[in-house]
């Protein structure tokens, strides 16, 4: 069984920075895309970012491009997303989520696509 363990969140304030850690363990299973996906109370899960495990290609959701970025690393085996210039409204818990499918670029937002999750990381901006 493949897990997603995402690590990173925490409390910060506005315009602060924080980065979010996944890493998969277990079975090895060939991802092809691996994404951030949030959840703020009372509101359906978004799609935050994704990146192409193929090719390198990054997406991200025009409410965060320009301040956070996805990367992978390949000496840890971890896919991060670096978070800048944070807003109260990225309050949300954050899940990383892994496809073991080849994922259109035209439909990386798309959740239903993404066949393993994490548990989750709480991250919380204060104003």
């Known amino acids: 069984q493949v897990q997603l363990v995402e690590s990173g969140g925490g409390v910060v304030q506005a315009g602060d920075s924080l980065s979010l850690s996944c890493a998969a363990s277990?079975?090895?299973?060939?991802?092809?895309?691996m994404g951030w996906f949030r959840q703020a109370p009372g509101k359906s899960r978004e799609f935050v970012a994704a990146?192409?495990?193929?090719?390198?290609?990054?997406y991200s959701s025009d409410s965060v491009k320009g301040r956070f970025t996805i990367a992978r690393d390949n000496a840890e085996n971890t896919v991060n997303l670096q978070m800048t210039s944070l807003k109260p409204e990225d309050t949300a818990i954050y899940y990383c989520?892994?496809?073991?499918?080849?994922?259109?670029?035209?439909?990386?937002?798309?959740?239903?696509?993404?066949?393993?999750w994490g548990q989750g990381t709480q991250v919380t901006v204060s104003s």
């Open positions: 990146i192409m495990l193929t090719n390198g290609n990054t």
């Open positions: 989520a892994a496809a073991s499918s080849p994922v259109s670029r035209l439909v990386l937002a798309d959740r239903r696509l993404y066949d393993r």
């Open positions: 277990g079975r090895t299973v060939r991802n092809y895309v």
